[in-house]
């Protein structure tokens, strides 16, 4: 059972190097994903003048996000893992694959990223608004949620085929971008309902630095059901207690 393999971890973790470097990884990793993401909103609403998104906006965004997300996994691949996700360093605890201890370390960087990017973001821009994510008219916060659950889900348990499963053998190889093409096309799918976050740091980063908490537990909420039950049902069906291995990070 995946649960009963959650390690709590060694509290000393918190200061050994390897884990602080990793932890740096996610940092500058989400900090770069969450800039060209964001940023690129940005900037359509800029040449649009804040118009309403458009098909073409949609389309951007994905592409923004799946090109950076690409990169971003890949330069912290062999340092932390490349979670850039604390939903998926959720699923990766869920499953084992990290210590509770290194998980926290990975959501404080994590969270402390995104909200960097965004400062730098208003700051560059010469104080444009960082949009936080919102529900669109007739999408219930209960619509939300399953969306989030849903497209979560593809995104971990993408993660989970492609890097953390033992038996993945040169599959590994194309992870980084297997992972940004996940996101990308579920922006395509959810974009236009609520954002398609799958993603808490990158909602968190916006609503602090735009102060925007409404319905913002919807994408903490969503993100970790979703990641769960992925890492439940990967781990539990494809990933048998012979092969498994106790990792300390995602290996891409």
Known sequence: MPVSRI?????????QPDALKAALAEFISVLIFVFAGEGSGMAFDKLTDGASTTPAGLIAA????????FVAVSIAANISGGHVNPAVTFGALIGGN??????????IAQLLGAVVACLLLRF????????????SSGVSVWNAVVLEI????GLVYTVYATALDPKKGNIGIIAPIAIGFIVGANILVAGAFDGAS????VSFGPAVVS???DNHWVYWLGPFIGAAIAALVYDLIYITPDTHEQLPTTDY
């Open 98 to 107: 990290i210590t509770l201890i290194r998980s926290i370390l990975y959501w």
């Open 198 to 201: 799958m993603n808490p740091a």
């Open 211 to 213: 102060w925007t908490w």
């Open 62 to 69: 994905a592409l923004a996000h799946a090109f950076a997300l």
């Open 124 to 135: 560059a821009t010469g104080g444009l608004k960082t949009s936080a994510f919102s529900l």
């Open 150 to 153: 849903v497209i979560t889900f």
């Open 7 to 15: 390690a709590v971890g060694n509290p000393a973790e918190f200061g």
